[in-house]
């Protein structure tokens, strides 16, 4: 499984007509494949869209679109109100419980880290330490590396249900001593050198709400 990962800055003021435009062209786009999520970002950069789309391999993607434009009506017609476009190919790592659609937030945070190449292997050994009990406290939603577009980067995705939820449980796993994960120790070591961290809200249409 891929998940391409879409990310779309617009012009101020563009966000509800862009959103009105997609959803309504979407109803006619997931006859050929569903979304997995469409957000908006509410606190981080602004006027910023991102929405996922799963394949089981790049063969698939590229049928799909195809499909889709060929059928008429896609891509939305949201061109005018678009300042910048990013697409990335994430790659999932770990054994997660599958989300289903359906009302996990509705406040998503998306954390987008940097590592030096070569370090992926490290980090993944030391997460998969500390995860196990961070997930005891709420679960995450996915937890992604890039595999194309923006290298070495991964993502990782927490629903809650308030801002004031994700402030208390990520004291709580603070305080419990084992996360964030340890950035290693000899041969295991490895630095990050930029986080970025974004608070989304999905839009009417996105199946995960």
Same mark, same amino acid.
């Given at each position: 499984m891929i998940y391409e990962m879409r990310t779309y800055d617009l012009k101020p003021r563009t966000l509800a007509e862009v959103m009105k435009?997609?959803? *309504?062209?979407? *109803?006619?786009?997931?006859?050929? @494949? *569903?979304?997995?999520?469409?957000?908006?970002? *509410?606190i981080g950069p602004l006027n910023q869209i991102i929405h996922v789309w799963p394949y089981e391999n790049l063969e698939e993607r590229a049928r799909i679109r195809a499909a889709a434009v060929k059928d008429g009506g896609w891509p939305p017609r949201t061109g005018e109100f678009i300042a910048r476009m990013r697409s990335d190919i994430m790659m999932p790592w770990g054994?997660?419980?599958?989300?289903? /659609?359906?009302?996990?937030? /509705?406040? #998503?945070?998306?954390?987008?880290?940097? #590592?030096? /190449?070569?370090? !992926?292997?490290?980090?993944?050994?030391?997460?998969?330490?500390?995860?196990?009990?961070?997930?005891? +406290? @709420? /679960?995450?939603?996915? !937890?992604?590396?890039?595999? +194309?577009?923006?290298?070495?980067?991964?993502?990782?995705?927490?629903?809650?249900?308030?801002?004031d939820q994700r402030m208390a449980l990520r004291q709580q796993a603070i305080a419990s001593g084992g996360w964030p994960p340890t950035l290693g120790q000899g041969d295991a070591a490895y630095n990050l050198i930029t986080q970025e961290t974004k608070i989304l809200l999905a839009a009417p249409f996105s199946p995960l709400q």
């Open positions: 435009r997609f959803g *309504e062209a979407y *109803e006619k786009r997931r006859k050929f @494949s *569903e979304l997995y999520a469409f957000w908006y970002t *509410e054994d997660l419980p599958a989300v289903e /659609p359906g009302k996990v937030g /509705p406040y #998503f945070e998306m954390r987008s880290y940097c #590592f030096n /190449p070569g370090d !992926l292997p490290k980090i993944q050994a030391s997460w998969a330490q500390a995860l196990p009990n961070r997930l005891k +406290l @709420s /679960p995450l939603l996915a !937890l992604w590396y890039s595999e +194309l577009g923006e290298l070495n980067r991964f993502v990782h995705i927490w629903p809650y249900r308030s801002l």
